[in-house]
């Protein structure tokens, strides 16, 4: 059997996402809504993380082996599906029908196959509220922004009005109303295993990597004393990971500065981690957008020509190729693709680039409307108080 697909058993202990009532605990999404996601969500979430794939054969089976304790605590009908991401954030959690992801910036910190299973435990107590957010998605709206956290420093980019329901899963925290390790500890103690592997892992990543986006999704920053793990049966099988580790981290970190707008910091980390990583896919990627971010059009093409030698296809080619055009003073193209690229997957920063590319052609009136949107966006983006010095220079214009 390809990939990581679990047919639920019967279930043997109850539902324990946090939340009481049997539906509460649901994985599987209804027919209407689980082609929705095919169409939808997981398309999107493939674009932002990149190299979003079933594991290869030697670490399916260490996440068969990991899941094996769980299975008998799924509720009926659920039919779990494993995802690996190239996402350089330590991260797992769960999409909405039961895809449960974990980043290759995670699997460089897992040392024991206990941690592994403590981190499945933990992504399964967010397939609930996954599925519910889903099921919901007509009435989706933004969550009001809560303080900085490492969860909307990911994803800020992404966080608009039309994007509600895809947010809702990007920045799914918790597990119903609790925070996770508690719920996952409760899910392993009744599958009779503990949680030491979670909390080890848990407190490695708070002592190393405080700000990753695993420790903001379970909610927590503090983990209990744990056992020692005995032995290591990973088989190697995460060697190759767990040499990207310091590379992962500076990757991750990256991407919190560029859309900190501190992009200083983030050229000499995407520097350091080009070179830890020789300059893989992700990394590449990663350094186009920082170029563009930083108005370097030139780099940014060489860094997109770089990626399609590859021969792979290029994520979000519509908004990396609109930037481009856009800051090359290529107008018709960089209208064109960028208006493609918020037709598919919207970010505030095309809907800057865009009213730029406007403003400079004197289409002040097609212009204000996205320079709107992106001022409305989020106050910590570093797009918004431009957008709304734009908006104000336009408006005093007119008087």
């Given at each position: 059997?390809?990939?990581?697909?679990?047919?639920?058993?019967?279930?043997?202990?109850?539902?324990?996402?946090?939340?009481?009532?049997?539906?509460d605990?649901?994985?599987?999404?209804?027919?209407?809504?689980?082609?929705a996601a095919e169409d939808e969500l997981y398309p999107a979430f493939r674009a932002i993380q990149v190299d979003v794939e079933p594991p290869g054969e030697a670490l399916d089976a260490l996440f068969r082996a990991a899941f094996?304790?769980?299975?008998?605590?799924?509720?009926?009908?659920?039919?779990?599906?494993?995802?690996?991401?190239?996402?350089?954030?330590?991260?797992?959690?769960?999409?909405?029908?039961?895809r449960i992801f974990v980043?290759?910036?995670?699997?460089?910190?897992?040392?024991?196959?206990?941690?592994?299973?403590?981190?499945?435990?933990?992504?399964?107590?967010?397939?609930?509220?996954?599925?519910?957010?889903?099921?919901?998605?007509?009435?989706?709206?933004?969550?009001?922004?809560?303080?900085?956290?490492a969860l909307l420093a990911r994803y800020r980019d992404y966080r608009l009005p039309e994007n509600a329901a895809l947010m809702a899963q990007l920045m799914l925290r918790g597990c119903g109303g609790r925070d996770c390790f508690a719920a996952a500890t409760e899910r392993l103690e009744a599958a009779g295993r503990s949680a030491d592997g979670l909390a080890r892992l848990g407190q490695r990543l708070?002592?190393?990597?405080?700000?990753?986006?695993?420790?903001?999704?379970?909610?927590?920053?503090?983990?209990?004393?744990?056992?020692?793990?005995?032995?290591?049966?990973?088989a190697g099988v995460l060697d190759d990971v767990h040499a990207k580790r310091e590379g992962l981290g500076q990757l991750a970190e990256v991407k919190r500065a560029m859309y900190a707008g501190e992009l200083g910091d983030a050229y000499r980390r995407v520097l350091r981690a080009r070179r830890a990583l020789d300059n893989e896919f992700e990394a590449e990627l990663?350094?186009?957008?920082?170029?563009?971010?930083?108005?370097?059009?030139?780099?940014?093409?060489?860094?997109?020509?770089?990626?399609?030698?590859?021969?792979?296809?290029?994520?979000?080619?519509?908004?990396?190729?609109?930037?481009q055009a856009a800051q090359s003073r290529r107008v018709e193209l960089g209208r064109q693709r960028l208006e493609a690229s918020l037709s598919t997957?919207?970010?505030?920063?095309?809907?800057?680039?865009?009213?730029?590319?406007?403003?400079?052609?004197?289409?002040?009136d097609a212009a204000l409307p996205h320079y709107r949107i992106v001022a409305a966006a989020e106050p910590g983006h570093p797009s918004s108080a431009p957008?709304?010095?734009?908006?104000?220079?336009?408006?005093?214009?007119?008087q």
């Amino acid at each position: 059997m390809s990939g990581f697909r679990f047919v639920a058993v019967l279930v043997t202990v109850l539902w324990l996402a946090g939340c009481g009532g049997r539906d509460d605990g649901r994985i599987a999404l209804g027919p209407d809504d689980q082609a929705a996601a095919e169409d939808e969500l997981y398309p999107a979430f493939r674009a932002i993380q990149v190299d979003v794939e079933p594991p290869g054969e030697a670490l399916d089976a260490l996440f068969r082996a990991a899941f094996e304790p769980l299975q008998a605590g799924l509720p009926e009908g659920a039919s779990p599906v494993l995802w690996t991401t190239g996402e350089a954030d330590a991260d797992a959690g769960c999409l909405a029908g039961g895809r449960i992801f974990v980043t290759q910036g995670l699997l460089a910190w897992i040392e024991h196959p206990d941690e592994l299973t403590g981190a499945l435990a933990a992504a399964l107590g967010q397939c609930p509220a996954a599925r519910r957010a889903w099921e919901a998605r007509d009435r989706a709206e933004l969550a009001p922004v809560d303080g900085e956290h490492a969860l909307l420093a990911r994803y800020r980019d992404y966080r608009l009005p039309e994007n509600a329901a895809l947010m809702a899963q990007l920045m799914l925290r918790g597990c119903g109303g609790r925070d996770c390790f508690a719920a996952a500890t409760e899910r392993l103690e009744a599958a009779g295993r503990s949680a030491d592997g979670l909390a080890r892992l848990g407190q490695r990543l708070a002592a190393q990597r405080p700000d990753a986006a695993w420790l903001d999704r379970l909610g927590r920053r503090a983990f209990p004393p744990a056992a020692a793990a005995v032995g290591n049966g990973l088989a190697g099988v995460l060697d190759d990971v767990h040499a990207k580790r310091e590379g992962l981290g500076q990757l991750a970190e990256v991407k919190r500065a560029m859309y900190a707008g501190e992009l200083g910091d983030a050229y000499r980390r995407v520097l350091r981690a080009r070179r830890a990583l020789d300059n893989e896919f992700e990394a590449e990627l990663v350094f186009a957008e920082l170029s563009l971010l930083n108005y370097h059009p030139d780099s940014a093409e060489r860094s997109i020509e770089r990626l399609l030698a590859t021969g792979r296809e290029l994520p979000q080619a519509d908004f990396l190729w609109g930037v481009q055009a856009a800051q090359s003073r290529r107008v018709e193209l960089g209208r064109q693709r960028l208006e493609a690229s918020l037709s598919t997957l919207p970010r505030v920063f095309a809907h800057f680039q865009l009213a730029i590319l406007l403003h400079r052609s004197w289409e002040t009136d097609a212009a204000l409307p996205h320079y709107r949107i992106v001022a409305a966006a989020e106050p910590g983006h570093p797009s918004s108080a431009p957008a709304a010095s734009y908006i104000a220079q336009i408006e005093g214009q007119g008087q």
